[in-house]
């Protein structure tokens, strides 16, 4: 009886351990032919890091070339450092070593 017992107890475990598991085709060959190995060149991953626009809840703002006077044009109430930050008030936002003047507001 025990021995029954045992055998059921294994069997149910590994039902359920194979139901649980997910199982790929071997077959991705299909899948990977858009797919390529090539390296990102620097270039292009520092302009990924480097947006043109940014969206916010807040309007639109567009990358400028940068002054060390771009603070001194708007009050501190009107320049963020941080997108996350912006309010209905930000006209710039410096950040990602570039400055970003609001051209939209949200609509």
Partial sequence: MKA??????LTVTFAVVIGNNVFASD????????????????????????????YTKDGLFVKKPQSIHDEDKFSQDEVVYDVSKTTDETKAIIQYD???????DSK
């Fill in 27 to 54: 077959d991705t060959s299909e899948e990977m032919k858009g797919v390529t190995k090539a390296i990102v060149p620097d270039s292009v991953l520092e302009e990924l890091n480097h947006p043109d626009k940014i």
């Fill in 4 to 9: 029954i017992l045992k055998f059921l107890t």
């Fill in 98 to 104: 570039a400055t970003y003047i609001k051209e939209e």
